[in-house]
């Protein structure tokens, strides 16, 4: 008893190489690489420029419409992640154009999406029978399995940042999707309905909760931004994040979408944060100011519009000179329901 097995390396291997057509694998021989001490992931820190994409949407939308398209989208695919169609390991990302007098079509999908507006003089996106207006800097939410469309009746083009939980559901292997048929689906709600009747601190008398993702699908950024401004006058400001607020399902307070998170915050003039890291890989957009992102040692400078990913449980740091504002977006929601989320504050 108590004895060790002894057996040369040629013996392992041509055990391992008999069991394989049998479907078995010796766990051992994988532990390491698949119960890691750390998060390791292939996902690598990069920044995409805003004028670069934009530049390849427009030669983009000289040979293809976005109803031929059905949508007219560059995929921000992680150089870490080449072939997946993904920005992160378990999430999505996209810049979207509709030029002027265009449809995107209507179809609705498994996977919910977030619209982050970057451009828009009277774009509009219809989600679950509302119509909503785009205006820069808006947050706006496709829950999974609603009907939605796309159109722009302005005379300039309408982009927006699109970001999916398209590897989670590939993943689960739970994705459906189909189309209407119909360039636009049928409106059965005034505008402004969603965000009268669960936006103001208030709920219908009777109204039930069926859906994990907010009822409010457009969050305006006129009004977010005017929240982060009224918050500064306390002069409250984390030494990690500066002035940090996420978007809120208004019924129970949650996270506004069950498999995003979504962020927006402020950093004033000048301010650097203290070192930060978190295992939900996250998304970063520039809206306002410019700044640098240093993540592991490796600067990455953005400016409005730009877009930045940091990979799980990299240290990250910020810093402006000038006030900025950064909406944000990871896998967060996900990984605390699974009980997985870790952060840690350097320098404290």
């Known amino acids: 008893m108590g004895s060790q097995p002894s057996a040369d390396t040629a013996t392992r291997d041509a055990f391992y190489q008999e069991i394989e057509p049998e479907n078995l694998r010796a766990l051992w021989s994988v532990m390491a690489g698949i119960i890691t001490p750390e998060p390791k992931s292939p996902c690598v820190a990069f920044k995409w420029t805003y004028e670069a994409v934009r530049a390849r949407l427009m030669e983009a ?65 219809a989600v679950g029978g509302e119509k909503t207006e785009m205006h820069f800097g808006d947050f706006i939410i496709t829950p999974n399995w609603e009907w939605h469309d796309h159109g722009n009746t ?47 601190n208030m709920l219908p008398v009777g109204f039930e909760k069926t859906t994990p993702t907010s009822p409010v699908f457009n969050y305006p950024y006129e009004r977010s931004r005017e929240a982060l401004e009224s918050l500064r006058a306390r002069d409250d400001w984390d030494p990690w994040h500066g002035l940090k607020m996420r978007y809120v399902n208004p019924l129970d307070g949650g996270w506004a979408m069950p498999t995003i998170g979504t962020c927006l915050q402020l950093l004033p003039k000048g301010f ?74 350097g320098n404290q």
């Open 61 to 125: 939308a000289e040979f293809i419409t976005a109803k031929e398209a059905e949508r007219r989208v560059l995929i921000l695919e992680n150089p870490g992640l080449k072939g997946t169609s993904k920005v992160t390991t378990s999430l999505y990302c996209g810049v979207q154009l509709v030029m002027p007098g265009e449809v995107a079509p209507a179809h609705r999908h498994s996977q919910s999406a977030l619209r982050f507006v970057l451009e828009a003089k009277g774009g509009h996106t």
């Open 154 to 200: 302005s005379d300039t083009p309408v982009l927006w940042l699109d970001g999916l939980d398209i590897p989670i559901v590939q993943f689960l292997d739970a994705s459906f999707a189909e189309a209407l048929g119909e360039d636009e689906q049928p409106l059965s709600k005034p505008e402004g309905d969603s965000l009268a009747r669960f936006g103001t």
């Open 272 to 345: 650097v944060t203290r070192p930060y890291r978190s295992t939900d890989a996250t998304v970063f957009v520039g809206v306002e100011g410019c700044g640098s992102i240093r993540i592991d040692g490796e600067s990455f400078t953005w400016a409005p519009r730009d877009v930045v990913v940091v990979p799980s449980w990299r240290e990250v740091v910020h810093e402006v000179a000038e006030d900025a504002v950064l909406f944000s977006y990871s896998d967060r929601p996900v990984q605390e329901k699974l009980g997985l989320w870790r952060e840690r504050r």
